[in-house]
């Protein structure tokens, strides 16, 4: 999750503050939390915690940045592009910095539960209850012509009873849309654009909004009331932040479209048909989505198998952009294909998979990678690679999400088992051990198996078969003479592995 300063000012103790400039409609670009040490360049995702000693006298503020400083910092720092909040050199610097990193953990935690609640399908009336919970006032929801996606007010306080106590997930009744919509005042508030602040009477309260717009399409607003508490600084950023995830809801009925550019949508529509190959001056729209052709890739794809579930995918993809980032998504055929550079995504390997574990388990999509790989011009394969796992998956079932190299040979053997009898690979040579196996109860057919599962090792068969090695050693000639086959050539014992693959 992103933050501005407003954010964290809000929820930290104001004690011993000297100072403090901020704008409360800041863009969020803060990652992290640093304590500041001299000559560290002063990079906008990131705040700093500093003493004004250790700052420097002139520095490039080309860029917005966010600072927390013991003492008053060189008057470089009154630049419009900084934020500031100046505390007195003799609070504990430690303390401060652990409120400020605690800020961070708590509305992360719940940037997390949003995007699992999300992931596992809660009806929209759900983020009502946790809308409620963070901003601890009441919070609301609507669609296009105001339907009520949901109000969420506690029902033990008086405050808004007559206001709230009707709302059931439905339209305002007919002449309360009346009174909206006769509303000129109310009518401009449906051209805002970010997180704005109403006092019109039509809400009977004041309320920070915060619109949401497909393109130039009015979707729906998100917006909280001061009924319970005076506004504070960061809501509306974080209203802005929270409107997003309810504009992701109401996006699931459109059609998907990944928001990169046309010269990176044509060239993976161009890699990704049958005959798609690599050209030399696919590199510049590479880096137009911030990539390198040497990071590392990974290509998933998804499908549930059915015939005309486009709604489904649609809805899918739309979550799968939340919840991953770093990532190029599309849909072809019926199915999802998901291309995440794994250098620029900030999730590590075990968060990728665990968030997509999380969202397969809950809904009827199977899923199939690539193997990771460092050059872009291997998309084309790699996108191939990812279908033919999840065709695999589709026809398996025992899991939801199918890695490439801990799977190729069972998808290869079941390709080759689709629809034909096992019998149809046997040759007269096999067939006939396997006919004398069945009379003579000989565990020559067993014996076969263990030795090509040992890489062909006499002294590795008969030590898992708990057999004499002059016993294993008969078997063995045994099995060359009915089948008639060398053991010793590659080709034969290739098929003879896949063969009995098949034959279980």
């Not at 607003?221 to 932040?241: A, C, H, K, Q, S």
């Not at 968060?351 to 809904?363: A, P, Q, T």
């Not at 199939?368 to 690679?385: A, V």
Request: charged content about 30%; aromatic content about 14%.
């Amino acid at each position: 999750m992103l933050f501005n300063l407003s954010i964290i000012r809000d929820r930290i103790s104001g004690d011993l503050l000297l100072q403090e400039k901020l704008d409360p409609m800041a863009e969020r670009t803060l990652k992290y939390v640093r304590q500041y040490h001299k000559g560290d360049d002063l990079d906008p995702e990131v705040l700093f915690i500093a003493s004004a000693e250790d700052l420097p006298v002139e520095a490039d503020l080309s860029r917005h940045i966010a600072l927390i400083c013991f003492g008053f910092p060189p008057p470089v720092f009154n630049s419009d592009s900084c934020e500031l909040l100046c505390f007195s050199a003799s609070k504990d610097k430690q303390s401060l910095f652990q409120e400020v990193l605690d800020v961070f953990y708590y509305y992360s935690d719940y940037d997390e539960k949003i995007k699992d609640m999300i992931i596992e399908g809660h009806p929209v009336r759900d983020f009502g209850s946790v809308a409620l919970e963070l901003f601890e006032t009441p919070a609301s929801a609507f669609g296009v012509f105001e339907k009520i996606l949901f109000i969420a007010y506690d029902p033990e306080r008086p405050e808004g009873q007559e206001m709230y106590g009707s709302a059931n997930d439905e339209y305002f009744p007919e002449d309360e849309r009346s009174i909206l919509y006769k509303n000129e005042e109310f009518l401009k508030t449906f051209e805002a654009q970010g997180p704005t602040y109403s006092g019109i009477e039509t809400y009977k309260t004041h309320i920070i909004f915060y619109n949401l717009f497909d393109r130039n399409n009015y979707m729906g607003r998100f917006m909280i009331e001061n009924t319970y508490r005076p506004f504070r600084r960061g809501d509306y950023r974080l209203v802005e932040w929270f409107g997003e995830y309810i504009k992701l809801l109401l996006s699931r009925n459109r059609e998907y479209h990944f928001r990169a550019n046309r010269e990176f949508d044509q060239m993976i529509q161009e890699l990704a048909s049958p005959n798609g190959r690599y050209r030399d001056s696919f590199d510049h729209a590479i880096r137009s989505l911030g990539w390198e052709k040497d990071d590392n890739y990974m290509c998933y794809a998804l499908s549930d198998g059915m015939p005309g579930s486009e709604k489904s995918l649609n809805e899918a993809a739309f979550y799968l952009e939340e919840l991953f980032d770093g990532q190029y998504i599309f849909i072809q055929n019926n199915m999802i294909y998901q291309i995440i550079d794994l250098d620029r995504s900030t999730l590590p390997a075990a968060e990728i998979e665990r968030r997509m574990n999380l969202f397969l388990s809950n809904n009827a999509l199977y899923a199939g990678t690539s193997t990771d790989y460092g050059d872009f011009s291997e998309t084309p394969s790699c996108l191939r690679q990812a279908k033919l796992m999840t065709q695999y998956a589709l026809r398996d079932r025992q899991k939801k999400l199918y890695y490439f190299d801990a799977n190729i040979l069972n998808a290869m053997i079941s390709i080759l088992d689709m629809g034909i009898l096992p019998e149809v690979f046997c040759t007269k040579g096999l067939k006939a051990l396997i006919k004398y196996d069945m009379e003579a109860h000989a565990d020559l057919v067993p014996t076969l198996r263990c030795y090509l599962e040992n890489d062909c090792s006499i002294s590795k068969t008969f030590e898992k078969l708990f057999i004499a090695r002059t016993t294993c050693l008969y078997r063995i000639r045994r099995i060359e003479e009915l089948t008639k086959m060398d053991l010793g050539d590659p080709d034969i014992t290739l098929y003879l592995r896949m063969a009995l693959r098949l034959l279980k």
